[in-house]
């Protein structure tokens, strides 16, 4: 089979590997986990959409990962977790669908950063140029930026998953808990040059850039506020800055370890934990930290609490 062309229509998705004492707990707690990322993320979207107070480019290009939470945890939590109870020997999946997960998986992970670079944007310009704020970050900015972080990573990750989708396939395994493009070309017996090539290319530049351009922000905002000595700023700065960093770093953090252990085949037990959590940390956390840390958000969470 290793060095036949697969023509079927039909994968063996191998998913979570999980025992059958532990399936019920893990169902509760990934259940939980997706019902809290929709609630929070959509409740946190229109919260801001309705209060005209909270009509600010920070909050406004935070409803962009709380759409794309929405969207990423939909293409994989609900299939992930319908497959506990399912033997592994009859997770199946269509490769069409094999297909769109994969790549809104990638669309999820790529705009999230994009947005995050942006967002690092919107810090730099309200600190270091906060008399001029209001002029640079209108409206029509605000969604240019937001049409910008998108368009580009639907595109990328268009050419990404298109170079895989051309593939021939002799295999019909995909060893990970829901699907993604390196899984998808391991199918392959063809040369897969081109498709590394373009995918080692792709997240070079998308991590480096996100990287770059935050470090960058942040030195330089850091520079303000030393060479200020203006405790008011300082303060601003660091509430601010310091919901944008969380979020940042905990999806970095998550984004490297899923990235790294793709490159070590033994580690596979260890990949599988780091795309779960990829999946569930970053969409969970981001609505807590923006949710609880904003004062302006607090408040209104409380108000309508009571």
């Known amino acids: ?10 994968l063996l998705l191998e998913g979570l590997k999980v025992t059958p004492q532990s ?18 993320n959509i409740g946190l979207t229109v919260l801001i959409s309705v209060e005209r107070s909270l009509h600010q480019p920070m909050y406004l290009l935070s409803c ?8 990423g945890a939909t293409a994989i ?50 600190i270091c140029n906060p008399m001029h704020y209001s ?13 910008f972080a998108w368009g580009v990573i639907i595109l990328l990750v268009g050419v990404l998953i298109g170079l895989t989708a051309r593939l021939s396939r002799c295999r019909s395994t995909i060893t990970n808990p829901f699907c993604d493009n390196a899984s998808l070309f391991k199918l392959s017996c063809e040369n897969v040059a081109i498709n590394n090539i373009y995918g080692l290319g792709y997240t070079v530049v998308l991590l480096g850039s996100s990287l770059g351009s935050t470090l960058l ?73 923006y949710g609880l840390q904003i004062k302006q958000i607090r408040h209104k969470i409380l108000l309508n609490a009571n």
Not at 23 to 40: G, T, W
Not at 101 to 125: C, E, K, N, P, W
């Open 1 to 10: 089979m290793e060095n036949q062309t697969w023509i079927g229509d039909v």
């Open 217 to 289: 922000t942040y030195l330089k905002i850091a520079m303000v506020c030393i060479t200020s000595n203006n405790r008011a700023l300082n303060s601003r700065a660091l509430q601010t800055c310091s919901t944008h960093l969380t979020v940042y770093l905990i999806m970095m953090i998550s984004g490297f370890s899923f990235v790294a252990l793709h490159r070590f085949p033994e580690l596979s037990e260890q990949r599988k934990m780091a795309s779960i959590v990829i999946m569930l940390v970053p969409p969970a956390f981001n609505t807590v930290v």
């Open 135 to 147: 002029d640079i970050m209108t409206n029509k900015m605000v969604l240019k930026l937001s049409v």
């Open 23 to 40: 399936s019920i707990p893990v169902f509760i707690i990934l259940l939980a986990v997706y019902i809290f990322i929709m609630v929070s």
């Open 77 to 126: 939590l609900p299939r992930l977790i319908s497959d506990i109870f399912t033997e592994s020997a009859e997770r199946y999946i269509t490769y069409m669908g094999c297909v769109l997960q994969a790549y809104f998986f990638h669309l999820h992970i790529g705009t999230y950063l994009s947005v995050l670079m942006i967002m690092a944007f919107d810090r730099y310009v309200a």
């Open 64 to 71: 962009n990962l709380n759409i794309n939470d929405v969207f």
